[in-house]
């Protein structure tokens, strides 16, 4: 099994676009959509101004503040070609967001956070954080606010088609919307999913599979018999309640993803960490575990299989399953001299035998699991590859 060789598409990707960023792009032949998070445009005075020649000095006072760029971070959605630009057509402030997109970009939904960093942070540690909801029926240009709490973090979107989809945030929480987002049913989620020490927690991973079932995975210290494990559960689109999946025994779940199939038979992946989740009281554990994946079909009482246990060296980050058995994982390593180093570990044979690529510093990566396509970005120059 060879890896496939990068190919040059442009050395000018959104170069044009300050503070520059591709964001998280998508592509579809010379078309582009990106969702991008950027600080706010930092300028200095020109020497003869500077108190002192020798120290670059901003030109406006809130330049300096680390809070006040905080909160002047924006979300932009940009829609262009690879070789002609890409136009801004949405701008909010924040400092995270979700999207979802559909497959022919014509209705895309964007949620926007935005946290005001000056004001002192409560004795609970927890800042109050604004969330706001947006959608575009018409590829993006134009874009419309749809209600929803503010109160309320949301973390993922994810849809069956611009109508139908879920709203996933802190807590964690889960909603169903069934009219394109005018309103909205909260669906309880699994108890042993939540704790109440820690009201903002989040799913170890979560997947919505293209027959309408939404799959959340999450970490228990035990459950009757099950003891240090993570548990996925599965949510019917037609029921109001989650029933349990399958057990992964003493692993923590970093995501889950399915086959992008038709309603049918399908398979689910889980990409984890093995062993406890990271003890952040602990400090002298830096939260590094060694990596695998396992694999269960999506029908009743599915057996899990652990397909592969990676290097011990990688830090796993994300998952992408493709056609005809590609299966791509996104991992750092971090223990030679220098900055981490990003790699591709691919299969081209649903997990039976894996290869690693050492793919430099990377700025973005988007695999389009339509055609096998994965796509990096080096600063300006834009590369994608064919698995």
């Not at 029926?137 to 879920?166: A, C, H, M, T």
């Not at 889980?270 to 060694?290: C, M, V, Y």
């Not at 830090?315 to 994982?329: A, E, K």
Request: glycine residues 10%; contains cysteine.
């Amino acid at each position: 099994m060879t890896t496939p060789g990068w190919q040059t598409i442009s050395t000018t990707f959104m170069k044009n676009d300050e503070p520059y960023g591709g964001g998280d792009c998508r592509i579809q032949g010379n078309e582009v959509i990106s969702l991008k998070l950027a600080d706010p445009v930092i300028t200095f005075k020109p020497v003869e101004q500077r108190k002192n020649p020798e120290y670059a000095e901003p030109t406006e006072a809130w330049m300096s503040n680390v809070y006040e760029v905080l909160n002047r971070q924006t979300i932009s959605f940009f829609r262009g070609t690879v070789d002609g630009g890409l136009k801004r057509h949405f701008q909010q402030p924040g400092q995270d967001a979700a999207w979802w997109y559909s497959k022919d970009w014509g209705a895309q939904y964007i949620s926007t956070s935005w946290m005001d960093y000056k004001i002192p942070q409560p004795k609970n540690g927890l800042s109050p954080e604004i969330t706001r909801l947006w959608t575009s029926r018409d590829g993006g240009n134009n874009w419309s606010q749809l209600k929803w709490p503010e109160e309320q973090n949301i973390g993922q979107l994810l849809f069956l088609d611009p109508g139908r989809g879920y709203a996933v945030g802190w807590g964690p929480r889960v909603w169903r919307t069934a009219d394109g987002g005018r309103s909205w049913k909260e669906i309880r989620v699994p108890e042993l999913a939540r704790d109440r020490e820690q009201p903002r927690q989040r799913f170890g991973g979560v997947d919505l599979g293209a027959d309408g079932v939404l799959r959340v995975a999450y970490y228990v210290d035990q459950m009757g018999e099950v003891r240090q494990s993570s548990v996925v559960d599965r949510l019917r689109w037609d029921s109001e309640a989650f029933e349990r999946e399958v057990v992964l025994p003493g692993q923590a779940v970093v995501t889950i993803q399915s086959e992008q199939r038709s309603p049918g038979v399908y398979s689910i992946y889980a990409l984890s960490r093995l062993g406890l989740p990271r003890d952040w009281n602990d400090r002298t554990d830096n939260g590094h575990r060694t990596g695998a994946i396992s694999q269960w079909g999506n029908y009743a009482k599915p057996e899990v299989r652990q397909l592969h246990t990676f290097d011990a060296r990688f830090t796993l980050d994300g998952l992408s399953v493709g056609q005809r058995g590609i299966l791509l994982v996104y991992a750092t390593d971090a223990t030679g001299e220098g900055a981490p180093r990003d790699f591709t570990l691919a299969s081209k044979d649903y997990g039976k035998s894996w290869i690693e690529t050492d793919d430099g510093i990377t700025q973005g990566v988007y695999f389009d699991p339509a055609t096998n396509t994965q796509y990096g970005l080096y600063a300006y120059t834009l590369k994608k590859r064919m698995w």
